[in-house]
């Protein structure tokens, strides 16, 4: 007789609730539900140009489309960016987003990390821009910065793009989370001037479009634009990603209202968390990282809800966790369920 292994157990969970996606939680527009109902768009062949989707985009974001290169996601676009203008050596901060490190490397750069210090929240402060000189050919943060939910403020990137400017240094900013913040344009790097910044858009993450696939980057020179558009290997957009993707442009109210609506579900999912006893960090995005000694996602697993562990996050480690703000009644629940298996534990360890 066998028995299966702990993979194999793992593999067949029921997952019923699954907090890692850090999309927006309210659904998609309506403007992108009449798209999507018309099934003659599954059959029609993409553009593979995306110009009505880029002309938009540039629409929405008060630029030309030649600025618009559209990719997959924000990864995706860091690739091609990366393939196109070759950088040699490259400062990113930890921990941040994975992908960044691993993109770089994979095509021979040389990186430069920036530990954010946890006594500080893992907030990034102008401290950073000193490590800016004329060896650094490429600079990526990420905006509120995944996975810690912290922005960068204006004045800080303020600092940082300057230092930029100065050094001939390509800045790129993946804002995919930014726009799910109140008053996010105040905090975009697109209000920062010179000709080497890239703003890394999600239409996916901001619109509750997630199973599509669809991001963007502003580009403040077209010619650098027209590099990265031609660089790598670029993922076809589907027409119903392109269509859907555009037409969740048109609605005027939902990135208000989403950002209304999640801004009072983290302070509730938060100020829950903490009651019951977990290290919560601050953040401003829709999403939160906080610390547990217990092995709280394969707990949580066992329970059918998923949350994202970083113990392989450079900068965190074992006890790290993340989760995805969402409606009322899944917080609710997910900190229902936490709270249900620290007090078993405590009880067996009495």
């Not at 929240?121 to 102008?126: I, K, M, Q, R, Y």
């Amino acid at each position: 007789m066998s028995f299966p292994t702990q993979q194999e157990t793992r593999s067949k969970r029921v997952i019923k609730y699954d907090h890692t996606s850090y999309a927006c939680p309210l659904g998609m527009p309506e403007t992108s539900e009449r798209v999507l109902s018309d099934m003659s768009i599954f059959t029609a062949a993409p553009d593979p140009q995306y110009t009505a989707l880029r002309r938009k985009i540039a629409a929405f974001e008060g630029t030309k489309p030649e600025n618009i290169v559209c990719g997959n996601s924000t990864a995706e676009l860091v690739f091609r960016t990366v393939v196109g203008l070759r950088p040699k050596k490259a400062l990113i901060c930890a921990p941040t987003d994975s992908e960044y490190k691993r993109i770089l490397l994979d095509n021979g750069c040389e990186i430069a990390e920036y530990r954010l210090p946890q006594e500080n929240s893992f907030a990034l402060t102008t401290e950073f821009a000193d490590f800016i000189d004329r060896d650094t050919d490429m600079v990526i943060v990420c905006s509120p910065n995944y996975p810690t939910g912290e922005l960068i403020t204006p004045y800080t990137l303020g600092r940082i793009a300057a230092r930029c400017r100065e050094n001939n240094t390509i800045l790129i900013c993946d804002e995919r989370y930014l726009q799910l913040i109140r008053g996010s344009e105040k905090f975009s790097a697109k209000r920062c001037a010179g000709p080497h910044i890239i703003v890394l858009r999600s239409i996916s993450d901001s619109f509750g479009l997630a199973g599509l696939g669809l991001a963007y980057g502003v580009f403040a020179a077209d010619r650098i634009a027209e590099i990265v558009s031609s660089a790598g290997h670029a993922l076809s957009i589907p027409t119903p990603a392109q269509l859907a993707g555009a037409a969740a442009l048109d609605d005027k109210v939902y990135l208000k209202r989403a950002a209304r609506i999640l801004t009072d579900e983290r302070k509730y999912l938060s100020e829950e968390l903490t009651r019951i006893g977990i290290m919560v960090y601050p953040s401003q995005a829709n999403f939160l990282l906080f610390r547990c000694e217990l092995p709280l996602d394969e707990l949580l697993a066992k329970r059918g809800i998923r949350i994202r562990s970083f113990a392989d996050i450079a900068g965190l480690g074992e006890g790290y966790f993340g989760i995805a703000v969402r409606r009322r009644s899944d917080n609710k629940r997910i900190v229902a369920e936490i709270e249900h298996i620290l007090r078993v534990r405590e009880y067996i360890s009495i």
